[in-house]
Structures are given as structure tokens and as C-alpha cells.
């Protein structure tokens, strides 16, 4: 059993359309980030979230943490070509002592 | 700043050798963490450092160890190499390692294939 869990795990959309990735979990993230990885390449953090209820914005990406602590999501507005890639979400938990991924969501969008 | 650098990028090794992975933190930064990247697994936790000491350990054989020296640096080791360890081997490197908020700055990561 995953301790965090994403979804979906795979996305193919049209330049244009808006999508929304989930990352779930059962316990409580003490944080979480997101992650962007492109082919042979490390993961690129995006944002942290902390507090509950929190929302961020980076250019089309909305980035929300539920209010419990216990899920977030990534929202992108009139995706692009270029936002290709595999995105992942990373939790830390209290008590537990190491960063957890979720199995990432891989992003197609076609011109 | 720099970020953080891996070498080799690539590397093929054939089954039962051993490897040595290199990690270079962002300057000031004393966390160190490893992580194996597959296909059908994701990103796995290996271990982190912190201060030249073992902080955390992930759930993986004896035969993968690593170690951090005096500067930051880290290097990672895999005995007795077998099929299943080809992977992308990603290090990452934040300030103060675990803890609410802290961030996570990754390499481009090690290619690492097993014959």
C-alpha cells in the first residue's frame, strides 16, 4: 500500500484543455511539494505548501493543500506544450522521517 | 549558485561489479539525500545524509551504502551489482534536511545500466 497516492497516472490532453492532478494520502503531511521532471532529468521543485487551506498560484499552476492536511492538488489553466512532463508529488509526515513520492502523473499535451 | 551536480551522468556496469556514485550539494546546503528512480517502482528513498552522519535509511539492501564527507559532498556505493539496480539515481540537497517546509533541490541524476 502507498502511503501517498496520485492520480491519474497518466494524462493525454490538447493544448488549451485544463487538468487537475490529486495527491492523497491517509495521514498528515507536515508538508508537501510538487515536482516536475522531464526525460533524464531530476525532479524541478515547484512549490511547497504548509499550512492548510493553502492555495498558490505559479503563472497557470494552482497549487491547493486541503484544509485536513491529507491531500493537494495541481491545477493547470490552458495547458501547453511545453508543460509536458511527469509531475510528482513529495510528503513529509510527522513521525515519519524521510520524504514519500507519489507515483507521479505523466503529462501529454498535443499542439 | 551552482546546483546540484551528479557524475558520471552515465555509467554500465555488468552484474556483479560495484559502483560509486558522486554527489555535489548546493553550496551551504548539509542534507544530502539519495534516491532510485525506476519505470515500474518511482522514486525511492535510499537514505540521506546530514553532517557526514546517516540521518535516514529507505528500505533497500545492505549492498547499497554511501557516505558524506567533511564539505557536503556525498558519494554513493553499490556492491555485487545485479539486473534490477539499473535505475536513475537522483541525489538531492537542501539546508537543514528534514523538516516542515524544507525544500529539496535535485540533480540531473545518474544513469545507471546493468548487464
Known amino acids: 500500500t502507498q502511503l501517498l497516492e496520485q492520480s491519474p497516472q497518466f494524462l493525454s490532453i490538447q493544448e488549451g484543455e485544463n487538468l487537475t492532478v490529486y495527491c492523497n494520502s491517509s495521514?498528515?503531511?507536515?508538508?508537501l511539494q510538487w515536482y516536475r521532471q522531464e526525460p533524464g532529468e531530476g525532479p524541478v521543485l515547484l512549490v511547497t505548501v504548509v499550512t492548510g487551506g493553502e492555495v498558490k498560484k505559479l503563472k497557470r499552476l494552482t497549487f491547493q493543500f486541503g484544509d485536513a492536511r491529507k491531500d493537494s492538488s495541481l491545477h493547470i489553466t490552458a495547458a501547453q506544450p511545453g508543460d509536458t512532463g511527469l509531475y510528482l508529488c513529495?510528503?513529509?509526515?510527522?513521525?515519519?522521517?524521510?520524504?514519500?513520492f507519489g507515483s507521479g502523473t505523466k503529462l501529454n499535451v498535443k499542439p | 549558485k551552482a546546483g546540484v551536480t551528479q557524475t558520471p551522468r552515465y555509467l554500465i556496469k555488468t552484474r556483479g561489479q560495484q559502483v560509486t556514485l558522486s554527489c555535489s550539494p548546493i553550496?551551504?546546503?548539509?542534507?544530502v539525500s539519495w534516491y532510485q528512480q525506476t519505470p515500474g517502482q518511482g522514486l525511492q528513498f535510499l537514505f540521506e545524509y546530514f553532517s557526514e552522519t546517516q540521518r535516514n535509511k529507505g528500505n533497500f539492501p545492505g549492498r547499497f551504502s554511501g557516505r558524506q564527507f567533511s564539505n557536503s559532498r556525498s558519494e554513493m556505493n553499490v556492491s555485487t551489482l545485479e539486473l534490477g539496480d539499473s535505475a536513475l539515481y537522483l541525489c538531492?540537497?537542501?539546508?537543514?534536511?528534514w523538516g516542515s517546509g524544507n525544500e529539496q533541490f535535485f540533480g540531473p541524476g545518474t544513469r545507471l545500466t546493468v548487464l
Open positions: 513529495a510528503g513529509e509526515f510527522y513521525n515519519f522521517n524521510k520524504f514519500y
Open positions: 553550496s551551504g546546503h548539509r542534507s
Open positions: 495521514s498528515v503531511f507536515s508538508s
Open positions: 538531492a540537497s537542501s539546508f537543514s534536511g
